[in-house]
């Protein structure tokens, strides 16, 4: 299985701000992108963001485009996802993986295996 390590989560208040890090290790960064994904109690993952190693492409749900950018240092094996103007709504468990597209619109992940987490809740 991958090695990858998710941080930076917390609590924050609507509006506000917090950086996420993921550090990887093993076959995900042989990948073409890396990826945030995010679960709610519940719910199915969904996608969050994107980023292409070799190009540096990104790509957004729509619920956070204009709120989070994804960045990637592809060095240090690690890809961060800035998330500003937070709602309520992007309270979940935040996962990073490989991830892949048919349509550069509707992506996945590209393993089963997931790593801990970072929790993000955002109060009103």
């Known amino acids: 299985q991958v090695d990858v390590v998710e941080s930076g989560g917390g609590l924050a208040q609507a509006g506000g701000s917090l950086r996420l890090s993921c550090v990887a290790s093993?076959?995900?960064?042989?990948?073409?992108?890396m990826g945030w994904f995010r679960h709610s109690p519940g719910k199915e993952r969904e996608f969050v963001a994107a980023?292409?190693?070799?190009?540096?492409?990104?790509f957004y749900a729509d619920s956070v485009k204009g709120r989070f950018t994804i960045s990637g240092d592809n060095a240090e094996n690690a890809v961060y996802l800035q998330m500003n103007s937070l709602k309520p709504e992007d309270t979940a468990i935040y996962y990073c993986?490989?991830?892949?597209?048919?349509?550069?619109?509707?992506?996945?992940?590209?393993?089963?295996?997931w790593g801990q987490g970072t929790q993000v809740t955002v109060s009103s």
């Open positions: 093993g076959s995900t960064f042989s990948d073409d992108a």
């Open positions: 993986n490989a991830a892949a597209s048919a349509d550069g619109f509707t992506w996945y992940a590209q393993y089963n295996y």
């Open positions: 980023i292409g190693w070799r190009d540096g492409k990104t």
